[in-house]
């Protein structure tokens, strides 16, 4: 299977998420700020980008997140919305190359660079069930 089959550069995708007490570095770590956890933004921007094209993805197919390269720049508190783009910036034959970026308002809260690779979801449950 080819991604650059059916995947193009600027497909994309958003997302809003508020900000709960459950996704703040206080939830996991109770001596630090209630503000966005950096691993949330991150599961954000991956998701976001999963968003932007699993529309185009064949049945039996999904993309798993393979690379992160993020900057966390700064804070969103509780009860803030922040607004989080991802898109297609290349595609090779596995592997899907996404810009991503969050956002309050106008302001950028976090962006950099995700990957997501190409699976087969039988074969991989094949593989690795047989240990």
Do not use: C, N, Y
Not at 15 to 37: E, G, K, N, W, Y
Not at 111 to 124: K, N
């Amino acid at each position: 299977m080819d991604a650059r089959d059916f995947i193009t550069v600027g497909m994309s995708a958003e997302r809003l998420t508020t900000v709960t007490q459950d996704i703040t570095v206080r939830h996991f770590v109770p001596s630090m700020p209630a503000v966005f956890a950096t691993p949330m933004m991150i599961l954000m921007m991956e998701m976001t980008s999963g968003d932007a094209i699993a529309p185009k993805l064949p049945q039996g197919w999904v993309t798993v997140g393979s690379e992160v390269d993020i900057r966390h720049l700064a804070p969103a508190f509780v009860g803030q919305t922040v607004r989080t783009t991802a898109v297609v910036s290349a595609v090779e034959r596995r592997v899907i190359r996404f810009d991503v970026a969050s956002f309050l308002g106008d302001r950028k809260v976090g962006d950099g660079r995700h990957a997501r690779g190409l699976v087969d979801v039988a074969l991989f449950t094949k593989r690795f069930a047989e240990g």
